[in-house]
């Protein structure tokens, strides 16, 4: 089976920072594009940011200059450095990643159980 698992939410004061991670865990074959996303109460799903096995990045036009993604591939975890932060910035924010597990012939898409980032003065 495979588990991801977030970490680093918070509280946080308007333009502070918070750095967010996500570590995948499991007989893992193969992780390939990463990335976040957020749920804030009352409003849809938003996908923040993503990266692929490369190092290739793409952003919400929300979050463009405040948020960086990354990743380290030898610990099979992505990281989400927030910057800047806003109170419209507040959700939950989850994780998910595209992984091949070893023996499978497919890739799946997992996703992590979310962490609370609230920002508020």
């Known amino acids: 089976q495979v588990q991801l698992v977030e970490s680093g939410g918070g509280l946080v004061q308007p333009g502070g920072s918070l750095r967010l991670s996500c570590a995948a865990s499991?007989?893992?074959?193969?992780?390939?594009?990463m990335g976040w996303s957020r749920q804030a109460p009352g409003k849809q799903s938003e996908l923040v940011a993503g990266i692929t096995s490369g190092g290739s990045t793409a952003y919400a036009d929300s979050v463009k200059g405040r948020f960086t993604i990354s990743r380290d591939n030898a610990k099979n975890t992505v990281y989400l450095q927030m910057n800047s932060l806003k109170p419209e910035d507040t959700a939950v924010y989850y994780c998910n990643a595209d992984i091949r597990r070893v023996g499978a012939q497919y890739e799946f898409d997992y996703w992590g159980q979310g962490t609370q980032v609230t920002v508020s003065s």
């Open positions: 499991g007989i893992i074959f193969k992780t390939n594009t």
